[in-house]
């Protein structure tokens, strides 16, 4: 037993598991436990937020390509995986509002208080 780096328990613990695996630091694959391919639900996901889209007319759009989903797919699909794409399509509309050289331009303004033009 070795006292100098923590507790008994903890040095067992550390024993019993061994050095720090790959597979072990690794991170899950958050498509891993769906039949359909990541490419369609990506395509699913990013169709009902990047357009005003409803969940039923994701689903057409789905069907006319070939696709045969449900709307309540499209929605649990949202739902499960919508956080991980949450940083990806707010980094690209930052950029992209960055990268837009359009400005508003306010030429004159008057505004009336209490009667009297400023």
């Known amino acids: ?3 100098e780096s923590g507790t008994v328990k903890e040095n067992r613990v550390q024993a019993a ?4 695996s790959p597979a072990r630091m690794t991170k899950r694959d958050p498509f891993k436990y769906f039949k359909t391919g990541r490419e369609i639900i990506r395509l699913a996901i990013m169709l009902h937020v990047r357009f005003p ?3 039923r007319n994701v689903e ?3 069907h006319e390509r070939g696709i045969d989903v449900s709307h309540e797919a499209v929605r649990y699909w949202w739902r499960r995986l919508g956080p991980l794409f949450a940083p990806k399509i ?6 992209e509002i960055k990268s837009s050289r359009w400005r508003w331009r306010l030429d004159e303004m008057f505004v009336k208080i209490t009667g009297d033009r400023d």
């Open 1 to 3: 037993m070795i006292f």
């Open 17 to 20: 598991l061994g050095p720090p």
């Open 90 to 95: 707010k980094k690209r509309r930052v950029t």
């Open 53 to 55: 889209l409803s969940l």
């Open 60 to 62: 057409d759009l789905l």
